[in-house]
């Protein structure tokens, strides 16, 4: 649906308005982490790094990044190893029941965080879990999963398995072609997968506010405490790297997915 | 996929049709013990917890019948979710009709500023409207500068700021199936109804409008049950007085009313669903909704 002048004045004008309600907020953060006074206030009265240095001098802050990559990191494999064959069965597999099976596998997306969070909440207080590094992974891995099924299945389903065949027929043995000539193929949409998971447990509040207890502290955990407790801009600080991942990961996505479209389209 | 090359190789090599791939049930067989154990299990638990505490018993949801909090909670939630929904539509249907109708080079350019807000962290941008909306904030800071106030106004911990920011937050889930609706449209479409004579608002009500009725009930099922299970936003600057169902239900946990809680969850759990069925049933949104997000 493109043509030139296809769009009227006023409606842009609209649809610019909307964007830059959707931006602005987000880039507000930014000055006010190089502010050098300690309150929120606009504009700042000076800049300093000083929030920064804040956020690296202090333990807390170092720990809790480093947990949540850590976590992220882990969840991501896992998703990974789990989410990727289940998608193959899923798209290409013939078996009752896989309609219904799709639908519980994507159903993390759709069911409210706190029930889940509450559901695993009482199972690890049963368990003594609380507070481990291990339960939030085996947690966030529930919620991570379907973004790996969902893209994994999407770069099945434009695949053309004539190419599998040709493998198979010139003498490959299907442990071959699917390293060889699948994976391959699959690979960007693998990724986009892997990053969504990483995301979503880096981000990740919910389940951590109850599981985390005060020995397995996340970046978004602390961050909520912070907040809760007075907003000074070491909060700004912490956003503001936030934002510079998020934008170097939104790049790379982005980077994947039109070489996703290239392999296919070659 | 069935071309004459495809026929042909089957032909050549007629014992390996299709064996890159043993068939489905199996490779779904770890991920499907994983969700059950620590995703459905927990969840059938929370919904054992609100009948068998202490004993089989259906006393809490008849406290949750018997104190009007509940049924307030419920219907706040339900009446931001709704209006969170209708505003998010009226505002990112022109975005998604913009984008769709410019070139792709520079809807592609234009796309960053809606990806970018659906990335970041919930929280990160809850804080920002916390930065923006607080007493000493931006907002206050140009209304004072302005003249149009001579003291700050009480911005945050509204539930004006709930509004505003859940509607910054859930606003890519609605562009982005929008836009995949849109843009699915063909362009003779078009071009045929402006030829015949067809006004633009003609073209817009008859054609764009019923085509992209799928994008539309994707884009409002998504939002919708997002905001039913919102926690983080209302939490931070909304006010007492728009309590959701989210922080009640973590408000009972922390208080160690566990059995009411999960009552509390069911309803919720049982409100989202609900929503989906009836949707999905009505609409047969499926499809879209899954490529929404791929």
Redesign the interface.
């Known amino acids: 649906m493109t043509s030139a002048r296809a769009v009227p004045r006023w409606l842009a004008a609209l649809a610019s308005l909307v964007l830059f309600y959707l931006v602005f907020p987000i880039f507000v953060i930014v000055p006010v982490s190089f502010s050098s006074g300690s309150y929120l206030s606009f504009p700042p009265p000076g800049w300093s790094l000083r929030w920064y240095a804040n956020f690296f001098g202090s333990g807390d802050w170092e720990g809790a990044t480093w947990l949540s990559i850590w976590v992220g990191l882990s969840v991501t494999v896992l998703a990974c190893v789990l989410g990727t064959p289940a998608a193959f069965g899923l798209v290409r597999g013939k078996f009752p029941g896989k309609r219904l099976l799709n639908g519980f596998v994507l159903s993390p997306i759709i069911v409210p965080g706190i029930i889940v969070a509450i559901g695993i909440y009482f199972v690890y207080a049963r368990l003594g879990l609380i507070g481990h590094p291990t339960g939030l992974v085996l947690a966030h891995t529930c919620l991570a999963v379907p973004f790996v099924v969902i893209n994994v299945s999407a770069a099945l389903y434009g695949f053309d398995e004539r190419l599998e065949q040709a493998a198979l027929s010139l003498g490959a043995t299907p442990w071959r072609c699917f390293w060889q000539v699948t994976f391959p193929l699959i690979r960007p949409g693998v990724m986009a997968g892997a990053v969504f998971a990483f995301i979503t447990s880096f981000d990740e509040l919910l389940v951590a506010l109850f599981v985390s207890g005060t020995t397995a502290m996340t970046l978004p955990r602390l961050m909520w405490q912070e907040i809760r407790q007075d907003i000074d801009p070491t909060i700004a600080a912490a956003s503001t790297m936030l934002l510079a991942l998020t934008t170097a990961l939104l790049v790379s996505v982005e980077l994947l997915r039109r070489r996703g479209e290239t392999l296919r389209n070659a | 996929?069935a071309?004459e090359?495809?026929g042909a190789?089957?032909a050549?090599?007629p014992r390996?049709a299709?064996?890159?791939?043993p068939?489905?049930?199996?490779?779904?067989l770890?991920?499907?013990l994983?969700?059950l154990v620590?995703?459905?299990?927990?969840?059938?638990?929370?919904m054992l917890?609100s009948v068998a505490e202490p004993h089989w018993t259906l006393a809490n949801y008849a406290a949750l019948l018997h104190d009007r909090i509940y049924a307030l909670v419920l219907w706040i939630t339900l009446r931001i979710s709704l209006v969170v929904t209708i505003v998010v539509l009226l505002?990112?249907y022109?975005?998604a009709?913009?984008?769709?109708?410019?070139?792709?080079a520079r809807s592609n350019l234009?796309m960053?500023?809606?990806?970018?807000?659906f990335?970041?962290?919930?929280?990160?941008?809850s804080?920002?409207?916390?930065?923006?909306l607080?007493r000493?904030?931006?907002i206050n800071?140009l209304l004072l500068a302005s003249g149009m106030t001579s003291e700050p106004i009480r911005l945050l911990n509204t539930t004006f700021a709930v509004y505003v920011a859940m509607v910054?937050v859930l606003?890519?889930f609605m562009i982005l199936p929008l836009y995949a609706a849109?843009?699915?449209?063909?362009?003779a479409l078009?071009?045929a109804a402006a030829s015949l004579g067809a006004r633009?608002s003609a073209v817009f009500r008859r054609i764009v409008l019923p085509l992209s009725l799928p994008g539309i009930s994707a884009g409002c099922l998504l939002v919708f049950?997002?905001a039913?299970?919102f926690?983080?936003t209302p939490a931070?600057v909304g006010s007492p007085r728009d309590l959701m169902?989210?922080i009640l239900?973590?408000q009972q946990?922390d208080l160690f009313n566990?059995p009411l809680?999960?009552a509390l969850?069911v309803v919720?759990?049982a409100a989202?669903?609900g929503t989906?069925a009836v949707f999905t049933r009505v609409l047969r949104v499926e499809q879209t909704f899954?490529?929404a997000?791929?």
């Open positions: 996929m071309t090359a495809g190789v089957a050549v090599a390996v299709r064996p890159a791939v068939p489905g049930l199996l490779l779904v770890p991920l499907l994983y969700l620590l995703y459905a299990l927990p969840v059938a638990g929370m917890r505002l990112g022109p975005v009709y913009m984008l769709a109708r410019l070139p792709p234009l960053i500023l809606v990806l970018l807000p990335w970041s962290s919930i929280l990160v941008r804080y920002a409207w916390m930065v923006l607080g000493n904030g931006i800071q910054h606003l890519p849109l843009r699915g449209i063909d362009p078009l071009r633009p049950i997002l039913l299970g926690y983080i931070l169902m989210a239900i973590q946990i566990w809680g999960s969850g919720l759990l989202a669903l989906f899954g490529r997000r791929a």
